[in-house]
């Protein structure tokens, strides 16, 4: 074996295991006691190592065992190799498990900044080294985005056309008049629909889930409110509405993202109510990583109640 020559094969890792047991002990006995095999079976896997390799990787006799030049050449990256390939299983077993992982969540705007850390911070307490990634849409777009598996689930309104995925309900989200306190101190509970007529009105943009439903209501209702501001975010809808520029009509769980604690209050409207329910939506054919599933639960168990 004075020779060298092109590997004639890749060798495998239990064949490298066995190399690298020796190469510490320098006992084949020792190694073929502790390996649980034969000493003449740990021989022919080291001879047909060094076969496989074209180098000697061993000189030994009745005495002693010792590495070859090409032996203690080959030892460090037998090392490195066996410690990444059990890493790398490791942490595969940590992700089958759900321990590790990624997990997309896409969210209505108007439900994501509320409902969502909450669960993320439950999570991440045994759940540290998972990364959860939350994707803002509207309703439309988040069932595209689980058509396209961009998302492995979403928390949105009940889907248009529900073919093809699920949905599984959290909570029914109340639509409330508000305003002001001063400018709703005169104004029953619950308010009149004509309140909307006789007050400047402020609306979310015309794409939003709130303003879809909010449409159907005052449609419902036989009203036609004239539309002072349109405002793609909540705090700037809460905003307004402290300045006195006029009142909403916007779901009981965002009023807490108005962003003007103190300077708002609400009412409900008269019948006929006005809600949309929130839950949770994913494919029927699709197979969620553990980590993905397991978070999906967690957020279904949430004692939620949107008045609070």
């Given at each position: 074996?004075?020779?060298?020559?092109?590997?004639?094969?890749?060798?495998?890792?239990?064949s490298?295991?066995?190399?690298?047991?020796v190469?510490h002990?320098?006992?084949?006995?020792?190694?073929?006691?502790?390996?649980?095999?034969?000493?003449?079976?740990?021989?022919?896997?080291?001879?047909?190592?060094?076969?496989?390799?074209?180098?000697?990787?061993?000189?030994?006799?009745?005495?002693?065992?010792?590495?070859?030049?090409?032996?203690?050449?080959?030892?460090?990256?037998?090392?490195?190799?066996?410690?990444?390939?059990?890493m790398?299983?490791?942490?595969?077993?940590e992700?089958?498990?759900?321990?590790?992982?990624?997990?997309?969540?896409?969210?209505?705007?108007s439900v994501?900044?509320?409902?969502?850390?909450?669960?993320?911070?439950?999570?991440?307490?045994?759940?540290?080294?998972?990364?959860i990634?939350?994707r803002?849409?509207?309703?439309g777009?988040?069932?595209?985005?689980?058509?396209?598996?961009?998302?492995?689930?979403?928390?949105?309104?009940?889907p248009?056309?529900?073919?093809?995925?699920?949905?599984?309900?959290?909570?029914?989200?109340?639509?409330?008049?508000?305003?002001?306190?001063?400018?709703?101190?005169?104004?029953?509970n619950?308010?009149?629909?004509?309140?909307?007529v006789?007050?400047?009105?402020?609306?979310?943009?015309?794409?939003?889930?709130?303003?879809?439903?909010?449409?159907?209501?005052?449609?419902?209702?036989?009203?036609a409110?004239k539309?002072?501001?349109?405002?793609?975010?909540?705090?700037?809808?809460?905003a307004?509405?402290?300045?006195g520029?006029?009142?909403?009509?916007?779901?009981?769980?965002?009023?807490?993202?108005?962003?003007m604690t103190?300077?708002?209050?609400?009412?409900?409207?008269?019948p006929?109510?006005v809600s949309?329910?929130?839950?949770?939506?994913?494919?029927?054919?699709?197979?969620?990583?553990?980590?993905?599933?397991?978070f999906?639960?967690?957020v279904?168990?949430?004692n939620?109640d949107?008045?609070?």
């Amino acid at each position: 074996m004075g020779k060298t020559h092109a590997m004639a094969r890749t060798p495998s890792m239990s064949s490298l295991r066995l190399f690298l047991q020796v190469a510490h002990s320098l006992s084949f006995s020792d190694t073929a006691r502790t390996a649980h095999i034969s000493q003449p079976a740990l021989s022919r896997t080291i001879k047909l190592l060094e076969e496989d390799l074209g180098v000697r990787l061993f000189d030994r006799n009745s005495r002693n065992v010792n590495l070859t030049a090409a032996g203690a050449a080959l030892l460090p990256t037998v090392e490195r190799l066996t410690a990444e390939f059990d890493m790398a299983f490791r942490e595969l077993g940590e992700t089958f498990q759900g321990q590790r992982g990624r997990v997309v969540v896409g969210a209505l705007p108007s439900v994501a900044a509320d409902l969502l850390p909450k669960a993320i911070a439950r999570f991440q307490e045994s759940r540290p080294q998972v990364e959860i990634v939350i994707r803002e849409n509207l309703t439309g777009s988040l069932g595209q985005n689980l058509q396209d598996r961009l998302i492995d689930f979403a928390v949105t309104t009940p889907p248009a056309d529900g073919e093809g995925t699920r949905f599984q309900p959290l909570f029914d989200d109340d639509y409330v008049l508000v305003g002001r306190p001063e400018d709703l101190a005169g104004i029953a509970n619950p308010a009149p629909w004509r309140t909307f007529v006789d007050l400047p009105f402020i609306a979310m943009e015309s794409r939003s889930s709130v303003r879809m439903l909010t449409d159907v209501a005052f449609s419902n209702a036989g009203i036609a409110p004239k539309t002072r501001y349109e405002c793609a975010q909540l705090a700037t809808v809460g905003a307004l509405i402290a300045q006195g520029l006029g009142i909403s009509l916007l779901p009981r769980s965002t009023l807490r993202l108005l962003g003007m604690t103190g300077q708002l209050d609400w009412r409900m409207p008269e019948p006929p109510r006005v809600s949309r329910q929130i839950g949770l939506c994913w494919l029927k054919d699709r197979t969620l990583a553990p980590v993905a599933q397991d978070f999906l639960e967690l957020v279904a168990e949430q004692n939620i109640d949107p008045e609070n």
